[in-house]
Each structure stands twice: as structure tokens, then as C-alpha cells.
Nanobody, 115 residues
Framework: QVHLVESGGGLVQAGGSLRLSCAAS????????MRWYRQAPGKQREWVAL???????NYPDSVKGRFTISRDNAKNTVYLQMNSLKPEDTAIYYC?????????WGQGTQVTVSS
């Protein structure tokens, strides 16, 4: 069983920064690609970042250059550094991974960006 617990969300003004954390329990972390998704009210959940076991990262154009994903395998934690935040970044942010055909989600952390 894998549990993902996000933290670090909050209220920030446009142009500000936040760093989200996702702590993972279980033994799969170091062998799993980790992802962040977000879901804004009334919208579908969308992918915002991924990091492979080897440290390769990828982002959609909407956050590229502003968001940075990183991981600390010793702490079983993945991070999402979000800079130059915009009101449209307001959403619940979720941590995600999959292993052995199973998909795991955290409970989410709210990020609100005021204009």
C-alpha cells in the first residue's frame, strides 16, 4: 500500500511563490515516476509536472519555466516549486504515482492565487 500526503498549499498573491511537498510511504518511491496534477473548480484534472526515477523532468507549456519538480529519494518526497504564480494556477494540487498496475493519488492541497 502506498500513501501520498501533500502539503504546502495556501493563499498567495499573483507573482508569488509556493513550494508543495508530497511525502510517500511504501517502498516504491525510488523506483517510480512521480507526477503532480491540478484541478480547478469546474475543470478537468490536468497534469502539471513529472519526474522520472533518473531525474528527467517534463512540464506542459502552461507551467514550463515557472514550475520545477524535484525529488529526494532519501526522504521519499517529491516537491513542486511554483514561481510567478498566476490566478489561473488556482486549483487543488495532487501528487500521483503508479506501480504494478495500481494508481495512487494524494488527498490534494489547495493553492489559491489572488490577483
Amino acid at each position: 500500500q502506498v500513501h501520498l500526503v501533500e502539503s504546502g498549499g495556501g493563499l498567495v498573491q499573483a507573482g508569488g511563490s509556493l513550494r508543495l511537498s508530497c511525502a510517500a510511504s511504501g517502498s516504491i518511491f525510488s523506483s517510480s515516476t512521480m507526477r503532480w496534477y491540478r484541478q480547478a473548480p469546474g475543470k478537468q484534472r490536468e497534469w502539471v509536472a513529472l519526474i522520472t526515477t533518473g531525474g528527467t523532468t517534463n512540464y506542459p507549456d502552461s507551467v514550463k519555466g515557472r514550475f520545477t519538480i524535484s525529488r529526494d529519494n532519501a526522504k521519499n518526497t517529491v516537491y513542486l516549486q511554483m514561481n510567478s504564480l498566476k490566478p489561473e494556477d488556482t486549483a487543488i494540487y495532487y501528487c500521483h504515482t503508479n506501480s504494478g498496475g495500481l494508481v495512487y493519488w494524494g488527498q490534494g492541497t489547495q493553492v489559491t492565487v489572488s490577483s
